[in-house]
């Protein structure tokens, strides 16, 4: 059974930066795809990095420039270093394999994520 545990959260200022943390279990972290996800009140949950098992990246346009997924696969953790971090970067953080086919969807249970707070 596949167990993600995600951390590092908190309430920060605008501007300010967070790293996140999600470690795995139960699965076979180095080949996989892993990506964050956030999940701000009343709206979808959204990919915002992924990251493959060779190192290559991708991120939402919200977060480009500001946010870097990286993966340490000897602790099967992946993380997201959040700078400049806005009110609207406001969501509880999650991490999961992406789907192939439709990459908004993870394909484990969801941990319990979390909360990522940016208000001054």
């Known amino acids: 059974q596949v167990q993600l545990v995600e951390s590092g959260g908190g309430l920060v200022q605008p501007g300010g930066s967070l790293r996140l943390s999600c470690t795995a279990s139960?699965?076979?972290?180095?080949?996989?795809?892993m990506g964050w996800y956030r999940q701000a009140p009343g709206e979808e949950r959204e990919l915002v990095a992924k990251?493959?098992?060779?190192?290559?990246?991708n991120y939402a346009d919200s977060v480009k420039g500001r946010f870097t997924i990286s993966r340490d696969n000897a602790k099967n953790t992946v993380y997201l270093q959040m700078n400049s971090l806005r009110p609207e970067d406001t969501a509880v953080y999650y991490c999961?394999?992406?789907?192939?086919?439709?990459?908004?969807?993870?394909?484990?249970?969801w941990g319990q994520g979390t909360q990522v707070t940016v208000s001054s």
């Open positions: 139960g699965l076979r972290f180095s080949i996989n795809t």
């Open positions: 990251i493959t098992r060779d190192g290559s990246t």
């Open positions: 999961n394999k992406p789907s192939p086919i439709t990459p908004t969807v993870g394909l484990y249970s």
